[in-house]
């Protein structure tokens, strides 16, 4: 079956089994391996990619079904070379742990943002339940996410100043 999508601002046309997997999709076909296959069940969430802004397990989503969508992986959020605000977080809060994780707390973190630009810890915490840290770094990545906001909130108030 053949999809076209866009990833991290690419467009791509591939022709694809109809029950590939979009991590594999991603891992494969476009070589994205910072997008984790961890669980396949979708209970640890470091498979986590952005589909149009909103945070989806792409271990439980076909290739297809993201046929004529965006899709930003860990590998899409870094613009121009410099790092999205919440990968800078959680390198200065020390949320990365052993990193496994990262890049799935880091997209489900931003699906959260995008909805709730000042969220509270606890709404972090229930953003972010789907995404297991084996190393239980929790406490430092909510710390991250909530630097993250912070300074989202300041470059936005800057831009409408």
């Not at 945070?55 to 989503?61: E, G, L, N, P, R």
């Not at 840290?133 to 909130?153: D, F």
Request: proline letters at 4%.
């Amino acid at each position: 079956m053949k999809i076209r999508l866009e990833v991290n601002g690419s467009r791509h046309t591939r022709e694809v089994d109809p029950r590939l997997l979009l991590v594999h999709f991603l891992r494969e076909q476009l070589d994205l391996t910072g997008t984790r296959v961890g669980c396949e069940t979708s209970l640890c969430g470091a498979c986590t990619v952005l589909i149009d802004g909103e945070a989806v397990k792409s271990c439980t989503q076909l290739a297809v079904q993201a046929d004529g969508r965006s899709v930003t992986t860990i590998e899409g959020l870094a613009l121009k070379g410099r790092l999205h605000p919440l990968q800078e977080a959680f390198w200065e809060e020390h949320g990365l742990q052993c990193g496994y994780c990262t890049p799935g707390m880091i997209l489900a973190a931003c699906g959260l943002l995008q909805d709730r630009p000042d969220p509270a810890p606890e709404e972090i915490r229930r953003a972010l339940k789907g995404n297991i840290c084996r190393c239980t770094g929790y406490h430092n990545i909510v710390r991250a996410v909530e630097r993250a906001a912070q300074s989202m909130r300041g470059a936005a108030a800057k831009e409408e100043a």
